[in-house]
């Protein structure tokens, strides 16, 4: 079936050509033929790259060796669970994810928007599938998830063993969702440019496509901070990594993006801003792609080759020079429509936090790529760590919670001082009450950011509490209903307004979870035999004998490992048993020969397998490094070198089973990390707010899926509404 | 087998990519040349377009209210903000008419 796959993609590719083609054609022949053949050219090369991404899906679960990239990603003992997603840990394969991902959003937004913007989706559609061209020539000419190897190897290399967690079941798609996501709302400002319709129409039309990438890139960076602070043992959920800030910049600018857009609809205002956002936003998608795949800078989440640098730096190149040359050209045609009529109204609040957004993703940029520009300047690279990012960030996140909570009290337009001041003493008086409890209860003392954040926090859960509280009184006050009828009905009527709030209180609750779990942090790394114990906060750990599993069907985190050693730990607080952990260590075949018949069964990464024990007030949380280079070990595994020949496998398990019971019978110490983090359960529960909130902000008003009736008969009502 | 799929693949790709070049008449979203129907049931790109800035012109109108009464604009900056709105919605209604008595005009012509 490989020449199938590689059918589709050289089809998909000339679907591609010829849909540019006939998309621009049409619009600049004024042949809405040829567009409405080239927006079919997207349907098509959706349909096209679904059965790619099914041939490749296929071989992996049928163990197809024949196919490259399944023998380098997959192997018989890898779980199937783990096999359905290894399709998107090879370069290829995730090329292919993000190709087939982004036709199929294109698709969506093209359907939806069928009958609107017929010049803007014409050109958004030629860039759509340029986007599309760009990463099916990268299969056809770099990297085809189809090349096939005759004859087939018996068995492949396995999937790599960091990625064996089921957050990498739905993490990737996620990410590339939220990336492709991004293209969208790019190629659409881009079109509005070409064809010079640059009112608030292609904002309407993709404001919920925006929403969506803020959305998945959301959840995609969630879902990675949850795989970090659970599976790589290093027991942090953000570390600035490359990567990891290459996902956050592009969310930072789209969510800047979906408070300024708000104004260009409203007040026809901020055009320049708002169309450089998209830009920007879709531009450092491709950037964190190519930050994956490229490996040109060091990433514990980089898993790509460096063959594919040229043609991404091309493209963003190309990006770059076309955006700056678009929006100078249509400057006299991007003027605002209006002026800020006051300095104390909502738009200008949104315009202090999109630049303390901007300002983030600038700060953000300049330390992750300070590698490269470093090396560019001296010749030397270097590079900054946390401290760095937290010096610049904290104060920057401060201020941007700060402003989640002052906005939403503060009206359209103009607001009054008088007004504005009444409404601020409720959330002035959370934030007072809040200062006061932890000055006096002293739990917060030396840390005056994290008491600033509880502080800032305390002001937004007053702030949107109160605006939620007025509004219930508001439509009980007109329609009598019960409060919880009256919230309901609230934020039905008004989802993006009430959805946003929702976000902001989900993103205070995260930060408070961020600050208290980074400033009150107990953590301990230390050696420990079976029997002793140690003190990490107010816990007591005690080790209290090892743990050895073999083969990989018996692997108690079901990663396939051939080996786990591991630790039951018990854990006390004054006296009194509080939690088991029992965390472990997975030792991997690394199919490598030259490490010997026993040798390559335990060869390959060691991944440490973290337990822990969650809640609302504190994680206690473990991981352990077993020492499997003691002499007596060693010397088990020369052994069977020695006498096990490769092609007895079973022999080769039973070597592994007799070092399992010897590390069980003279265990040496075992080297752990133990820590007590407060609240970090609220990052997690944050972020599920966030996204509550954002679903709702997105789910189609009621207006929007009522049935229709004649346009005629809704306009004189309308008009009858509007003079009411 | 692969190459049977292949040749499907294909057909079904020129099928629907050529519909809209083979189709009689006009594609979708544009109004209809021989005058069948009911005009005014037929949303054309600026239609659609209008009818956003519509709904949206009444979003606005419902935010200001909604503003009003939880205290956050005085009576006078509301009245004179709810004007300001309403008369811009009535500007879009008259630009959905025109258009629409224009798209009559069109199929009674036709």
């Given at each position: 079936m490989a020449q199938?796959?590689?059918?589709?993609?050289?089809?998909?590719?000339?679907?591609?050509?010829?849909?540019?083609g006939a998309s621009l054609y049409g619009v600049r022949k004024g042949r809405p033929e040829f567009s409405e053949s080239g927006r079919r050219s997207v349907y098509a090369l959706a349909g096209i790259l679904t059965v790619a991404f099914a041939v490749l899906e296929v071989a992996f679960l049928r163990n197809d060796f024949s196919f490259n990239t399944v023998a380098d990603t997959s192997s018989l003992t890898t779980p199937t669970f783990y096999k359905a997603a290894a399709v998107w840990s090879s370069q290829e394969g995730s090329l292919l994810l993000w190709a087939w991902l982004l036709s199929l959003w294109s698709s969506l937004v093209l359907f939806l928007t069928r009958k609107r913007l017929r010049d803007v989706s014409a050109y958004a559609t030629a860039i759509l599938l340029g986007f599309g061209a760009f990463f099916i020539s990268l299969m056809v000419f770099y990297a085809t998830p189809f090349a096939t190897t005759n004859p087939a190897p018996a068995d492949g290399v396995g999937l790599d063993p960091l990625l064996r967690h089921p957050s990498m079941m739905i993490h990737p798609p996620m990410l590339?969702?939220?990336?492709?996501?991004?293209?969208?709302?790019?190629a659409f400002g881009m079109g509005a440019l070409l064809a010079r319709k640059v009112d608030a129409d292609w904002i309407r039309a993709i404001r919920r496509f925006a929403l969506a990438a803020w959305l998945f890139l959301g959840i995609g960076i969630m879902l990675g901070a949850r795989w970090s602070y659970a599976e790589l043992g290093w027991g942090g959920y953000w570390g600035w990594d490359a990567v990891e800030n290459a996902s956050l910049m592009p969310w930072l600018t789209g969510t800047a993006f979906l408070h300024s857009l708000m104004i260009q609809e409203k007040r026809g205002m901020l055009k320049v801003?708002?169309?450089?956002?998209?830009?920007?936003?879709?531009?450092?998608?491709?950037?964190?792609?190519?930050?994956?795949?490229?490996?040109?800078?060091?990433?514990?989440?980089?898993?790509?080759?460096?063959?594919?640098?040229?043609?991404f730096v091309t493209l963003i190149g190309v990006l770059i020079l076309c955006s700056i040359y678009l929006v100078s050209s249509r400057r006299d045609m991007l003027r605002s429509e209006h002026r800020l009529d006051s300095l104390l109204s909502r738009e200008s609040?949104?315009?202090?936090?999109?630049?303390?957004?901007?300002?983030?993703?600038?700060?953000?940029f300049w330390g992750t790529y300070f590698p490269l520009i470093s090396e560019a300047l001296t010749g030397h690279e270097s590079s900054v760590g946390p401290p760095?990012?937290?010096?610049?960030?904290?104060?920057?996140?401060?201020?941007?919670?700060?402003?989640?909570?002052?906005?939403?009290?503060?009206?359209?337009r103009r607001a009054t001082l008088s007004n504005a001041r009444r409404n601020f003493v409720i959330p002035l008086a959370f934030g007072a009450i809040t200062l006061v409890a932890l000055l006096a209860t002293g739990v917060s003392a030396g840390k005056p950011l994290a008491i600033a954040m509880f502080c800032c926090a305390a002001f937004v859960f007053g702030s949107i509490s109160q605006e939620y509280w007025r509004g219930v009184r508001v439509r009980r006050a007109s329609s009598g209903e019960p409060a919880p009828l009256a919230l309901m009905a609230l934020v039905k009527r008004n989802r993006r307004r009430y959805g946003g709030y929702i976000v902001h209180i989900g993103m205070a609750v995260l930060f408070v979870g961020v600050a208290a779990s980074s400033s009150f942090q107990h953590a301990s790394e230390l050696s420990l035999s079976p029997g002793q114990s140690t003190k990490v906060g107010a816990y007591t750990v005690r080790y209290v004998h090892p743990t050895a599993t073999i083969t990989s069907k018996e692997d108690a985190a079901h990663t396939g490992s051939t080996l786990s050693l591991g630790a039951v730990l018990d854990v006390t607080k004054g006296g009194h048993h509080v939690a088991t952990l029992r965390p472990s260590e997975g030792f991997y075949d690394s199919g490598d020969p030259t490490q010997g018949s026993v040798g390559h069964l335990i060869g390959g990464q060691a991944v440490s397998h973290v337990s822990m024990d969650a809640g609302v007030t504190r994680d206690v949380w473990s991981a352990i490094a077993p020492d499997i280079d003691t002499p007596r070990l060693k010397r088990v595994i020369e052994i069977g070198n020695k006498t096990i020949p490769f092609v007895r496998p079973d022999e080769g398990t039973i070597a592994v089973a007799v070092m399992a019971r010897e590390y069980m019978k003279s265990p040496p110490p075992a080297q752990f990390h133990l820590i007590v983090s407060p609240l970090v359960m609220w990052i997690w529960i944050g972020g599920l707010i966030v996204f509550g909130g954002g679903l709702i902000a997105m789910w189609p008003a009621p207006s929007a899926v009522r049935s229709r009736v004649s346009v005629r008969a809704r306009n004189r009502a309308a008009r009858d509404l509007a003079r009411a | 087998m692969a190459v049977l799929i292949t040749l499907v693949l294909l057909a079904a790709v020129i099928a629907v990519v050529s519909a809209p070049l083979l189709r009689r008449g006009t594609p979708e979203g544009t109004l209809p040349e021989d005058g069948a129907g009911d005009a005014v049931e037929v949303e054309t790109p600026r239609h659609a377009d209008l009818s956003a800035a519509r709904e949206a012109k009444y979003r606005e109108i419902?935010?200001?209210?909604?503003?009003?009464?939880?205290?956050?604009?005085?009576?006078?900056?509301?009245?004179?903000?709810?004007?300001?709105?309403?008369?811009?919605?009535?500007?879009?209604?008259?630009?959905?008419?025109?258009?629409?008595?224009l798209s009559t005009r069109v199929s009674s012509a036709g």
């Amino acid at each position: 079936m490989a020449q199938l796959g590689a059918a589709c993609l050289v089809l998909a590719l000339a679907v591609c050509a010829y849909g540019i083609g006939a998309s621009l054609y049409g619009v600049r022949k004024g042949r809405p033929e040829f567009s409405e053949s080239g927006r079919r050219s997207v349907y098509a090369l959706a349909g096209i790259l679904t059965v790619a991404f099914a041939v490749l899906e296929v071989a992996f679960l049928r163990n197809d060796f024949s196919f490259n990239t399944v023998a380098d990603t997959s192997s018989l003992t890898t779980p199937t669970f783990y096999k359905a997603a290894a399709v998107w840990s090879s370069q290829e394969g995730s090329l292919l994810l993000w190709a087939w991902l982004l036709s199929l959003w294109s698709s969506l937004v093209l359907f939806l928007t069928r009958k609107r913007l017929r010049d803007v989706s014409a050109y958004a559609t030629a860039i759509l599938l340029g986007f599309g061209a760009f990463f099916i020539s990268l299969m056809v000419f770099y990297a085809t998830p189809f090349a096939t190897t005759n004859p087939a190897p018996a068995d492949g290399v396995g999937l790599d063993p960091l990625l064996r967690h089921p957050s990498m079941m739905i993490h990737p798609p996620m990410l590339y969702s939220g990336y492709t996501l991004c293209i969208v709302p790019l190629a659409f400002g881009m079109g509005a440019l070409l064809a010079r319709k640059v009112d608030a129409d292609w904002i309407r039309a993709i404001r919920r496509f925006a929403l969506a990438a803020w959305l998945f890139l959301g959840i995609g960076i969630m879902l990675g901070a949850r795989w970090s602070y659970a599976e790589l043992g290093w027991g942090g959920y953000w570390g600035w990594d490359a990567v990891e800030n290459a996902s956050l910049m592009p969310w930072l600018t789209g969510t800047a993006f979906l408070h300024s857009l708000m104004i260009q609809e409203k007040r026809g205002m901020l055009k320049v801003w708002n169309v450089s956002l998209v830009l920007a936003t879709g531009t450092l998608a491709i950037m964190g792609t190519f930050l994956v795949r490229s490996g040109v800078l060091s990433s514990i989440h980089a898993f790509g080759g460096a063959t594919l640098g040229v043609p991404f730096v091309t493209l963003i190149g190309v990006l770059i020079l076309c955006s700056i040359y678009l929006v100078s050209s249509r400057r006299d045609m991007l003027r605002s429509e209006h002026r800020l009529d006051s300095l104390l109204s909502r738009e200008s609040i949104f315009l202090a936090n999109n630049l303390v957004l901007v300002g983030l993703c600038f700060v953000i940029f300049w330390g992750t790529y300070f590698p490269l520009i470093s090396e560019a300047l001296t010749g030397h690279e270097s590079s900054v760590g946390p401290p760095w990012f937290d010096r610049y960030t904290v104060p920057l996140a401060l201020v941007l919670v700060l402003l989640s909570g002052i906005g939403p009290v503060i009206a359209w337009r103009r607001a009054t001082l008088s007004n504005a001041r009444r409404n601020f003493v409720i959330p002035l008086a959370f934030g007072a009450i809040t200062l006061v409890a932890l000055l006096a209860t002293g739990v917060s003392a030396g840390k005056p950011l994290a008491i600033a954040m509880f502080c800032c926090a305390a002001f937004v859960f007053g702030s949107i509490s109160q605006e939620y509280w007025r509004g219930v009184r508001v439509r009980r006050a007109s329609s009598g209903e019960p409060a919880p009828l009256a919230l309901m009905a609230l934020v039905k009527r008004n989802r993006r307004r009430y959805g946003g709030y929702i976000v902001h209180i989900g993103m205070a609750v995260l930060f408070v979870g961020v600050a208290a779990s980074s400033s009150f942090q107990h953590a301990s790394e230390l050696s420990l035999s079976p029997g002793q114990s140690t003190k990490v906060g107010a816990y007591t750990v005690r080790y209290v004998h090892p743990t050895a599993t073999i083969t990989s069907k018996e692997d108690a985190a079901h990663t396939g490992s051939t080996l786990s050693l591991g630790a039951v730990l018990d854990v006390t607080k004054g006296g009194h048993h509080v939690a088991t952990l029992r965390p472990s260590e997975g030792f991997y075949d690394s199919g490598d020969p030259t490490q010997g018949s026993v040798g390559h069964l335990i060869g390959g990464q060691a991944v440490s397998h973290v337990s822990m024990d969650a809640g609302v007030t504190r994680d206690v949380w473990s991981a352990i490094a077993p020492d499997i280079d003691t002499p007596r070990l060693k010397r088990v595994i020369e052994i069977g070198n020695k006498t096990i020949p490769f092609v007895r496998p079973d022999e080769g398990t039973i070597a592994v089973a007799v070092m399992a019971r010897e590390y069980m019978k003279s265990p040496p110490p075992a080297q752990f990390h133990l820590i007590v983090s407060p609240l970090v359960m609220w990052i997690w529960i944050g972020g599920l707010i966030v996204f509550g909130g954002g679903l709702i902000a997105m789910w189609p008003a009621p207006s929007a899926v009522r049935s229709r009736v004649s346009v005629r008969a809704r306009n004189r009502a309308a008009r009858d509404l509007a003079r009411a | 087998m692969a190459v049977l799929i292949t040749l499907v693949l294909l057909a079904a790709v020129i099928a629907v990519v050529s519909a809209p070049l083979l189709r009689r008449g006009t594609p979708e979203g544009t109004l209809p040349e021989d005058g069948a129907g009911d005009a005014v049931e037929v949303e054309t790109p600026r239609h659609a377009d209008l009818s956003a800035a519509r709904e949206a012109k009444y979003r606005e109108i419902r935010d200001a209210e909604l503003d009003y009464k939880t205290g956050k604009l005085s009576q006078a900056d509301y009245e004179a903000i709810d004007a300001t709105l309403r008369a811009e919605a009535l500007e879009i209604l008259d630009q959905l008419e025109a258009l629409e008595a224009l798209s009559t005009r069109v199929s009674s012509a036709g």
